[in-house]
């Protein structure tokens, strides 16, 4: 029963039980596909929605991980607000904390982003990892590839 002058609020719900990064009342829930072992852990790394910080030095929101599963891997990342980010993943197999790559410079440890764009010689601009976080939890699933 509600008093006079009082009003019943929505209920909010509460973020996932491991949920990485700066706590807040919104988040993604990650399915993270094609991993190829369980050796290491996969790093994530949030940007905002800004092109000019994207896949930079000091660029991210912030960096996080999880522990890899051979196959398919679960996560849960906070986000600072609803709108518009994007997410950069790679699997550091040998948990130096660093993306290992060959003499040209091209990585040897699986990658993927949000929106799982095609990825030709190139990492993939902005615009096409770009996606919308809601009010609560988002649902997002990235397919990792390997060289």
């Known amino acids: ?3 006079a002058g009082l009003s019943a609020m929505p209920a909010v719900a509460a973020a996932p039980v491991g949920c990485t990064g700066p706590a807040s009342s919104h988040w993604i829930n990650l399915t993270i596909d094609n991993l190829r072992n369980g050796k290491g852990v ?5 940007y905002p929605d ?3 910080r994207f896949l930079k030095p000091m660029g991210s929101l912030y960096v996080t991980k999880v522990p890899a599963r051979a196959g398919t891997s679960t ?5 600072p607000q609803p709108g518009a980010y994007g997410l950069a993943l790679y699997h550091d197999e040998n948990a130096n904390g660093k993306i290992d790559r060959n003499g040209l ?3 040897k440890e699986g990658f993927g982003f949000s929106n799982n764009p095609k990825i030709f010689m190139s990492a993939p601009g902005f615009k096409s990892v770009r996606f919308q976080a ?5 649902a997002l699933r990235i397919r990792m590839k390997y060289p």
């Open 42 to 46: 996969v790093i994530l790394t949030l």
């Open 50 to 52: 800004d092109k000019a």
């Open 1 to 3: 029963m509600l008093t």
């Open 134 to 138: 809601g009010p609560a939890g988002t």
């Open 105 to 107: 410079g091209i990585p």
């Open 75 to 79: 996560a849960c990342i906070h986000v």
